[in-house]
């Protein structure tokens, strides 16, 4: 009996050749950028994640503001995570099943009325913390379908050869956002207040769903599926499980999602505890981290790893961390900007990597599974590492709580690595 394509990744893991980086001898920076529909999604991404990071800044500060406790920060974050821990490997098999355009056009949408809603509580005045953490659950269910689909529809946009330099020009525009989007918060904020930035986020979303409209893609070819959707989710999870190289990502994506970036979830606390700043400094702060990701994510579109993709991941794996332990302790706010800026760098020289690593090896018709449980490390299992830094910085204090993470991060990442040393290996 010939069995379909799940079934076959299903048994089979090991044996489906997994094909290397393709194409990048005749890659330039920007050589992703001929694409007119890769621009459309570029454009379109930048000015709603734009939006999106002035609504994430707003968001923690109108928090912390209500309630002054770091637990509901962590809080917030966690009712995000419980439907993307449902629903993320039910959602890649989604991405793998119908258009993703489609599929974008819905997820989109959804976000821009729950920013809209958001603004309309903080107009109101009678904006509380639970109506924020419904907001944040409902967010995290659209997030659910539309990580995994924005991840693996850059493969449709551009060719295997520019693939690579996609996924890091697709890093300078989300960290481009990073640097603008919470230094506009920051002013916003002191200016006209958080229910601004909540409403610039929701008309910012037009220009994402502009420029689906605008693609010109081929008609999506509806495939009779023979296996069911629960086939398909399980021959994924077999598939990703048997193969040892993207086990090995994921995994280290789910240590630093939980114990790496967790700091960000007390930021506000920090700023106003330890820096003794206010709004305009939170979102310089924010800003800086944004800096140095694009930074690190255009030398990666500059192929500065080339062929040494897992020596990069390895080196900030190890940096990132130890960054970050100095950051926890530093009180001068320049001091504080110039570390910010250098977790920036670690930050995206390391879920880069490893998204351009798991793109380039990936069989295709596992694309959306493999990318919707990478998604869910950072969608899904982040935000308990955000729940429990909060209660911990409420407890010992925020230095020692963000130190503490930090070794945690080290500690577990380099048994990952010693568990699979062809990681360091890969190209």
Not at 308 to 314: E, I, T, Y
Not at 349 to 373: A, E, S, W
Request: charged fraction near 10%; proline fraction near 4%.
């Amino acid at each position: 009996m010939k069995l379909s394509i799940e079934e076959q990744g299903a048994e089979t893991a090991e044996a489906i050749p997994i094909s290397a980086p393709a194409g990048e001898e005749g890659s330039t920076t920007f050589s992703a950028m001929r694409h007119r529909n890769f621009q459309l999604y570029f454009g379109g991404q930048l000015i709603s994640n734009i939006g999106t990071w002035m609504q994430v800044i707003a968001q923690g500060w109108v928090v912390y503001q209500i309630g002054h406790s770091e637990l509901t920060l962590g809080l917030v974050a966690f009712a995000a995570a419980v439907p993307n821990l449902l629903i993320s490997p039910w959602g890649g098999v989604v991405v793998d099943r119908v258009s993703r355009r489609s599929l974008l056009m819905m997820t989109q949408s959804g976000a821009m009325l729950l920013a809209f809603i958001m603004a309309a509580l903080t107009f109101s005045g009678v904006i509380q913390e639970w109506h924020v953490i419904v907001l944040a659950a409902l967010l995290g269910v659209v997030n659910a379908f539309d990580a995994p689909a924005r991840q693996a529809f850059v493969s449709e946009l551009v060719g295997k050869q520019d693939l690579p330099n996609a996924i890091a020009l697709n890093s300078i525009m989300f960290n481009s956002a990073r640097v603008i989007g919470p230094a506009a918060a920051g002013l916003a904020l002191a200016a006209v207040g958080a229910a601004w930035c909540f409403t610039i986020n929701g008309i910012s979303f037009l220009a994402v769903l502009l420029g689906l409209w605008l693609m010109q893609l081929p008609p999506h070819q509806k495939i009779q599926h023979t296996t069911s959707p629960w086939q398909q989710l399980v021959g994924g999870l077999r598939y990703s499980a048997g193969n040892r190289e993207i086990s090995g990502l994921i995994l280290l994506a789910l240590v630093f999602s939980v114990f790496g970036i967790s700091y960000s979830t007390i930021l506000p606390a920090f700023v106003e505890k330890t820096l003794h700043q206010g709004a305009a400094a939170y979102g310089w702060v924010n800003a800086a981290t944004g800096l140095g990701a694009v930074t690190a994510a255009f030398l990666l579109a500059h192929r500065v790893s080339r062929g040494r993709r897992g020596r990069f991941l390895v080196l900030a794996n190890i940096a990132f961390p130890l960054i970050l332990i100095a950051f926890s302790f530093t009180s001068l706010l320049p001091l504080s900007l110039l570390l910010a800026y250098g977790l920036g760098v670690g930050f995206m020289m390391q879920f880069t990597t490893i998204n351009t690593l798991l793109q380039t090896r990936v069989h295709d018709d596992f694309r959306g599974r493999v990318m919707g449980l990478y998604s869910i490390t950072f969608f899904g299992f982040a935000p308990f590492g955000n729940l429990l830094i909060g209660f911990l910085g409420q407890q010992i204090g925020l230095g020692i709580a963000m130190t503490l993470f930090a070794v945690c991060s080290l500690i577990l990442s380099r048994l990952v690595l010693l568990k699979t040393p062809e990681i360091q290996k890969l190209y």
